[in-house]
T-cell receptor, first 111, second 114 residues
C-alpha cells in the first residue's frame, strides 16, 4: 500500500522563523522524495528533491531524509509571507513510475 | 512560452454531459500525466503516457478516456459527468518515465459539475 502522510495544518509561523514541515511514507525501499509548493489556485511547483539520507540545502530550504524512520522533512529558514502556501510531499515508491502525493500541509507566515 | 498548457481553464457543465480537456507540452518530453485534485487538495495520479502509449491507469472509471495523438499532447475525455468529477485536473510532463524529479505541471482545469 502506497501511503504518504502529512499533517494538513495550517502551520502558522511568524515572519523570520523556521518552518518545519514533515512527511512519512509507507515503503522503506523508496528512493526518491520531492517537495512541491502550491499557491492557492495555482499548480504545484517543485522546490526540492532528495535521494540520500541526510540534509540537502538550497537557499532558505533544507530537505532532510531519514530512510530508516521513513521520514522526510522540509525546513524553511527566515520564513516570509510569500512562503504561505500548501507544501506537498511526494514519493516515488520502488517499482512504480509515478509519484504518490501526500495531502499537503498549509503553511501560513504572518508578518 | 508556456511549457505545459491546458484548455479550458474553467469548465462548468451539467451532470450527464460529455466534456474534453486538452493538454500540450512544448518541452520535448516523452511522458505525460493526468492528475485529479479534489476539494481537499489531495492530488492523485490518474494516467501516465509514455511516447503516446498508456503506462498507468490508476483505477479510474472507464468514463475517463485519455488520448495521446502525439507525444506532445494528452487529452482527457470524460463521458456521463457526475457530481463527484468536480475537481481541478492537472496535466504534467517529465522527460521520460525515469526522470520524475523534473515533472512540470500545467495550470489546471477547474471542472464543476452541476
Amino acid at each position: 500500500q502506497k501511503e504518504v502522510e502529512q499533517n494538513s495544518g495550517p502551520l502558522s509561523v511568524p515572519e523570520g522563523a523556521i518552518a518545519s514541515l514533515n512527511c512519512t511514507y509507507s515503503d522503506r525501499g523508496s528512493q526518491s522524495f520531492f517537495w512541491y509548493r502550491q499557491y492557492s489556485g495555482k499548480s504545484p511547483e517543485l522546490i526540492m528533491f532528495i535521494y540520500s539520507n541526510g540534509d540537502k540545502e538550497d537557499g532558505r530550504f533544507t530537505a532532510q531524509l531519514n530512510k530508516a524512520s521513513q521520514y522526510v522533512s522540509l525546513l524553511i529558514r527566515d520564513s516570509q509571507p510569500s512562503d504561505s502556501a500548501t507544501y506537498l510531499c511526494a514519493v516515488l515508491f520502488s517499482g512504480y513510475s509515478t509519484l504518490t502525493f501526500g495531502k499537503g500541509t498549509m503553511l501560513l507566515v504572518s508578518p | 512560452d508556456t511549457a505545459v498548457s491546458q484548455t479550458p481553464k474553467y469548465l462548468v457543465t451539467q451532470m450527464g454531459n460529455d466534456k474534453s480537456i486538452k493538454c500540450e507540452q512544448n518541452l520535448g518530453h516523452d511522458t505525460m500525466y493526468w492528475y485529479k485534485q479534489d476539494s481537499k487538495k489531495f492530488l492523485k495520479i490518474m494516467f501516465s503516457y509514455n511516447n503516446k502509449e498508456l503506462i498507468i491507469n490508476e483505477t479510474v472509471p472507464n468514463r475517463f478516456s485519455p488520448k495521446s495523438p502525439d507525444k506532445a499532447h494528452l487529452n482527457l475525455h470524460i463521458n456521463s459527468l457526475e457530481l463527484g468529477d468536480s475537481a481541478v485536473y492537472f496535466c504534467a510532463s517529465s522527460p521520460d518515465l525515469h526522470n520524475t524529479d523534473t515533472q512540470y505541471f500545467g495550470p489546471g482545469t477547474r471542472l464543476t459539475v452541476l
